[in-house]
């Protein structure tokens, strides 16, 4: 079992800046942050697959980078040129194991999620 703690959120103005810290309790293959806005589905963000470069969701594609920590089992996101389109609730998501038939895009492919973080972006 893996446990997720999140950190970072905050209401910050259009065009501001705000760092995400997911801390997993144990080494996961696929890490994650997804988002959810009020009424909308869980959408993924960032995804941080074992020894390979973090992805993004198109719409934060040059605002939003990632990295990760192998060691301390971190992932960060630093978000930039933030939109108010970009408030959410911003959720950390693992899955322990290698998966070869899913692109781990889908809420449904994780098994271990955090309590979830509020990201506010005001006009």
């Known amino acids: 079992q893996v446990q997720l703690v999140e950190s970072g959120g905050g209401l910050v103005q259009a065009g501001g800046s705000l760092n995400l810290t997911c801390t997993a309790s144990?080494?996961?293959?696929?890490l994650a942050w997804f988002r959810q806005a009020p009424g909308q589905a869980r959408l993924s963000v960032a995804l941080y697959k074992w020894n390979e470069r973090t992805t993004y969701t198109p719409s934060v594609k040059g605002r939003f980078s990632g990295s990760r920590d192998y060691e301390k089992n971190v992932v960060v996101l630093q978000m930039n040129s933030l939109r108010p389109e970009d408030t959410a609730v911003y959720y950390c998501?693992?899955?322990?194991?290698?998966?070869?038939?899913?692109?781990?895009?889908?809420?449904?492919?994780?098994?271990?999620w955090g309590q979830g973080t509020q990201v506010t972006v005001s006009s």
């Open positions: 144990g080494r996961a293959y696929a």
């Open positions: 998501a693992a899955s322990p194991s290698v998966n070869p038939w899913t692109d781990y895009t889908s809420e449904k492919d994780f098994q271990y």
